[in-house]
């Protein structure tokens, strides 16, 4: 089984990756900023909640940073 | 002066006058031209107006950065750049026949997880082109080697110390990566989450840089790697892009 992590959707729908956590990072900082581990961590946390979560094939969920509106 | 003289005088003044660089020019030159640059190639994909209109709201934004030290705003600017140009320009349809899923068998924290990273991430004394690759901007101009090339899988132990790697990837810019390896390679987070009794880790994690052939790494090398962590009993992989 497998989590996918990237900053853009539609390559998740093209490969048809069973779960996909979207993250709005730009290019290379698809678990967060350099330095901010409390994001990178809360990405990391949301990736296998959605391993867990997740009930069927092309899952994808768009990671919200906690507080974000 | 003759009229040949005087030919060759504007000739050799017209050598010396720089060509004026369109607009056109100026944003593809940033797709592996004069102005290189990873974070910023995508202006090749948007229009001359869009182009202008991006380069301006980063400019402002980067403005106001400098009073208010909102870096975050900086990061949200490009990242909304970035969207749109890489936005699809038709309906995304399948390039695929099926869509595996594989239910979780039990708890997340009895599962051996592995970490896949397509950032390029290696260990320094590891180097997967050897002791004398390329560095992050030599490997710029190496893209078509690249991306006709099969890629090389560098294994990483589940207890490397993140001051050991580095990376080199010529689609993106690595030097983020090289200045923290978790943005793209999150095995010290994965680390205190099995401390922490949340997941287990397999003793082996792994890295390559996605800017290869996407033909030779479906056909040949991925089933590859899937047989060898088959081999190794990993239950879950966690992937991360670029």
């Known amino acids: ?69 | 002066m003759s009229e040949a003289d005087e030919t060759a005088r504007v000739e050799d003044q017209q050598a010396a006058e720089p060509t004026p660089m369109s607009m056109t020019d100026f944003r593809e030159s940033f797709h592996y031209g004069t102005h290189a640059d990873m974070q910023f190639k995508y202006l090749t994909k948007l229009s001359d107006e869009e182009a202008a209109d991006a380069i301006a709201a980063v400019l402002a934004t980067a403005g106001e950065v400098i009073d208010t030290g909102d870096l975050d705003a900086l990061s949200t600017r490009l990242f909304e750049l970035q969207a749109v140009a890489y936005r699809p320009r038709e309906t995304v349809e399948p390039s695929v026949d099926d869509a595996p899923f594989t239910p979780l068998s039990g708890p997340l924290s009895e599962q051996r997880l592995a970490l896949i990273s397509a950032g390029g991430v290696f260990d320094r004394d590891d180097d997967p082109m050897g002791p004398d690759g390329p560095t992050q901007q030599e490997s710029l101009s190496l893209i078509k080697e690249f991306l006709r090339g099969a890629p090389t899988l560098s294994t990483i132990p589940v207890d490397t110390a993140m001051a050991r790697l580095t990376a080199r990837h010529p689609g993106y810019d690595a030097r983020t990566a090289q200045r923290d390896p978790d943005t793209v390679f999150p095995l010290s987070h994965l680390r205190a989450l099995a401390e922490e009794g949340r997941v287990r880790l397999a003793d082996e994690h792994y890295a390559f840089t996605g800017a290869t052939s996407q033909r030779r790494l479906e056909k040949e090398v991925a089933p590859r790697w899937a047989e060898h962590m088959a081999a190794r009993e990993v239950d879950v992989v966690f992937l991360v892009a670029t």
């Open chain 1, 1 to 69: 089984m497998a989590v996918y992590i990237r900053a853009f959707e539609h390559r998740a729908i093209q490969l048809q990756v069973p779960r996909t956590l979207v993250t709005p990072h730009p290019m290379g900082r698809t678990i967060g900023p350099v330095g901010d581990r409390t994001r990178q961590r809360q990405v990391v946390e949301a990736a296998l909640r959605l391993l867990e979560d997740a009930d069927g094939p092309v899952t994808v969920r768009h990671f919200t940073p906690p507080g974000a509106t």
